[in-house]
């Protein structure tokens, strides 16, 4: 039977992150990806900060656009322009990110099988599919980077990320109204609970999309859209569910589950590439030096979910209590939302201090300024009162310890 240290499934960038680092540490390393290893279709919007290609230790080669400002849309009409001096954003052609990352995991060591997927698996052993050809493999440790609805959480018992959302998204060719700058629309008839978005793409396109908590009907919406705000051919669609919230262990005997199937996604902007980029690295030296070491029980992997939560715990919860009370608001609530931003100081504090990896940088930067406190005051009644608020404070600025879960995991 073939033996590997670490088995990765789900070959997209989180997965072959993961690879690359269990691989920069010595391991055996196998990633599996039912696709071919190119990113298509990507299913999701490439709207990332300027650090994640750092973080990924890629180049800038997928790079499309850099994004210095935006504009939101309230339900009743009105718009608040964002502009700051620097680079906020980068959007990413996520095709060529996918191969870049795939082409190092191979540089790295990696054996990489592509049109390959598991089929089952359980404690040292996964079992995968190629061209209907079955094979058993051993596997000391294996990394579930097989998205928001994950068969190795569901084979390892492990529970899943606590919500999701419905998105839907359409490539419509057309220049954009800011070729540097995205718009946000939110409404109950736009997109119920979350919000719709408008992202410059290769010249002469647009992404445009839109989520909203599942059982509504994002296409249906994503049409009526389209017609109403952004008319166009539209040349290519996709869809999906995105991760909200992160379940409470995401470690097992001999596993663990990385990016969208860990929920390690921004509950704000749904976005995962950063965050599951992070715990991405995280997740293959930890795999990896187990598995050297031959300590593969969930007492010695859970040093995995230590330091992930350490790292960005507090910022998914502040993200997941914001989103709530965003969700929670209806469309007079966020006219006053937005007509209490529409100041200059406000704008200029969100244009310096935002930062779409830290929402809550930017909500204790506005704390900390006694001089904003009058303008914030007006919006405690639009986000249901002071109960909120004070959750939304006290996740700015508690501090996460490293040592919230003890030997057992628990």
């Known amino acids: 039977m073939p033996a590997y ?61 850099e994004i210095r400002g935006g504009i939101l849309h309230a339900p009743n009409g009105r718009t608040v322009e964002l502009r700051a001096n620097t680079v906020k954003a980068v959007v990413l052609n996520r095709g060529r990110l996918n191969r870049e990352l795939i082409e190092s995991a191979i540089d790295a060591g990696v054996d990489v099988r592509t049109r390959t997927r598991a089929v089952a698996a359980a404690a040292g052993w996964v079992r995968i599919e190629h061209l209907g050809k079955e094979e058993t493999l051993q596997a000391g440790v294996i990394i579930g980077a097989d998205g928001p609805r994950s068969s190795i959480a569901s084979w390892f018992s492990l529970p899943g990320p606590r919500q999701f959302l419905s998105a839907s998204q359409a490539v419509v060719e057309g220049p954009p109204r800011f070729s540097d700058g995205v718009e946000v629309f939110f409404g109950r008839d736009v997109a119920p609970g979350f919000f719709a978005w408008v992202v410059p793409d290769e010249e002469g396109h647009q992404r445009v999309g839109l989520a909203s908590p599942l059982g509504n009907d994002t296409e249906t919406f994503l049409n009526r859209f389209l017609a109403q705000c952004v008319p166009g051919k539209v040349v290519a669609r996709i869809g999906g569910v995105i991760p909200i919230g992160t379940p409470s262990i995401t470690v097992g005997d001999g596993v663990l589950l990385v990016g969208d199937a860990a929920g390690q996604v921004k509950p704000t902007s749904g976005g995962g590439i950063y965050t599951g980029g992070t715990c991405a690295r995280i997740a293959g030296k930890i795999a990896g030096c187990a598995a050297l070491a031959g300590q593969i029980t969930r007492q010695t992997l859970v040093e995995y979910e230590r330091r992930w939560r350490s790292e960005l715990g507090r910022e998914l919860r502040f993200g997941l209590a914001a989103h709530r009370v965003l969700a929670a608001l209806s469309d007079s609530e966020i006219d006053a939302v937005l007509a209490a931003l529409d100041d200059p100081s406000i704008i200029r504090v969100i244009a310096e201090e935002g930062d779409i990896d830290h929402p809550s940088r930017l909500f204790r930067s506005f704390l900390s300024r006694q001089s904003m406190w009058h303008r914030v005051l007006t919006l405690v009644p639009a986000f249901g009162g002071w109960k909120r608020v004070e959750e939304l404070a006290r996740l700015a600025v508690v501090r996460d310890h490293a040592n919230v879960y003890n030997a057992n995991g628990t």
């Open 5 to 65: 240290d670490v088995v990765v499934v789900g070959g997209g960038p989180i997965g072959a992150v993961a690879a690359c680092h269990a691989a920069a540490v010595g391991a055996r390393v196998l990633l599996v990806e039912q696709g071919e290893g190119t990113g298509e279709p990507a299913r999701c919007t490439g709207l990332v900060s300027p650090r994640t290609l750092e973080l990924l230790e890629v180049s800038s080669v997928s790079l499309l656009r």
